[in-house]
């Protein structure tokens, strides 16, 4: 791109979508959640005043969009921010910022946390030259607002036709009884967790029980799949709990949604037992898929899904925003 067709503080033109009839000024540009915008603007997930672009001329140059779990709902999430991969990375900085502090500006209240930002991204995306200085561009700018880099996880999915191990008789598993008995689980689950989303919520001062009720009633109390499939891992005879898994459908995939062993019974193999269970019972829907996810640096959890057969396909990464937004920054 040549300095002449640079945009410029007076060409560059910043807003958001005017409807849903716009899709197809947003889909200029390209990311693998392209596919879920238009079912996500038909049933409230995104709205057109969540959906910002920033057009030089008639051209597309950025883009970003927010998202949330249900109609009605606040944003919960940044997860679309794209430049046009021919801007240089001195145009990239100038229109992200731009872009990001204008749309943040209007939709996030001056004063509250700014919505996480997530990204799906190539497992090798710092050996391929042209996506690492892409991706550097994406997050210098979040860096320059205040965010920092919390996580990178893997993605892995489960496909039809992998082996499913048999039930070994160390556990027997029955179905959660309600709120409470799942998370009289996760509270201590939750104490010595190694998941960074988890330790965050530790650190903003939320005690272990605090921070296991947020993921409860933010994520788990969500999912709209039958609460019959979730399961407790207990040992035979004493009916002791070892450990829990969250079998769940999302509003796109069928998943593991939470899976994990109670401190006092770590290091005896289990896990993969409870995972195979939770493999097992949405395996035996005719699912297409399952997906989970594990941080990257969680070693013992990434190396259970992989003796369970799962693939990771690629990798996510999540930025944050300590401090609250203020108007215009």
């Given amino acids: 791109m040549t300095s002449s067709s640079a945009p410029s503080a007076t060409t560059l033109v910043v807003r958001p979508l005017t409807g849903p009839d716009e899709l197809d000024l ?124 919390l996580v990178e996880r893997l993605r892995l999915e489960w496909r039809p036709g992998t082996p499913v191990a048999e039930p070994e008789g160390r556990l027997e598993f029955r179905p959660v009884r309600d709120r409470e008995d799942l998370l009289a689980l996760m509270t201590p689950v939750m104490e010595g967790t190694l998941d960074a989303h988890g330790q965050a919520d530790l650190a903003s001062g939320l005690s272990a029980r605090e921070a296991a009720e947020q993921h409860f009633d933010e994520e788990l109390a969500q999912y709209s799949s039958p609460r019959e499939w979730w399961r407790v891992a207990q040992l035979p005879g004493s009916g002791e709990p070892v450990g829990f898994v969250v079998p769940a459908r999302n509003n796109y995939h069928h998943t593991i949604a939470y899976i994990g062993v109670l401190p006092a019974h770590r290091g005896h193999g289990y896990i993969d037992e409870i995972l195979a269970e939770g493999t097992r019972i949405l395996a035996g829907t005719g699912v297409p898929r399952i997906r989970a996810a594990t941080d990257l640096g969680n070693v013992p959890m990434a190396a259970a899904f992989a003796r369970a057969g799962y693939v990771a396909f690629e990798h996510a990464i999540n930025y944050v925003w300590d401090a609250p937004g203020e108007s215009g920054s």
């Fill in 26 to 149: 947003f889909l200029r540009l390209s990311y693998s959640l392209d596919h879920e915008l238009a079912d996500d603007l038909a049933t409230g997930r995104r709205v057109p005043a969540w959906m910002w672009v920033a057009l030089d001329g008639d051209r597309l140059v950025g883009r970003l969009a927010w998202w949330t779990n249900a109609a009605g709902a606040e944003p919960l999430a940044l997860d679309f921010f794209d430049l046009a991969p021919e801007l240089t990375p001195d145009e990239r900085a100038e229109v992200g910022l731009r872009l990001l502090a204008t749309a943040t500006a209007a939709v996030i209240p001056a004063g509250t946390r700014r919505p996480e930002f997530g990204r799906f991204i190539p497992a090798d995306w710092r050996e391929v030259p042209e996506t690492r200085s892409s991706l550097e561009s994406l997050f210098s700018v979040l860096e320059r607002t205040g965010a920092r880099p």
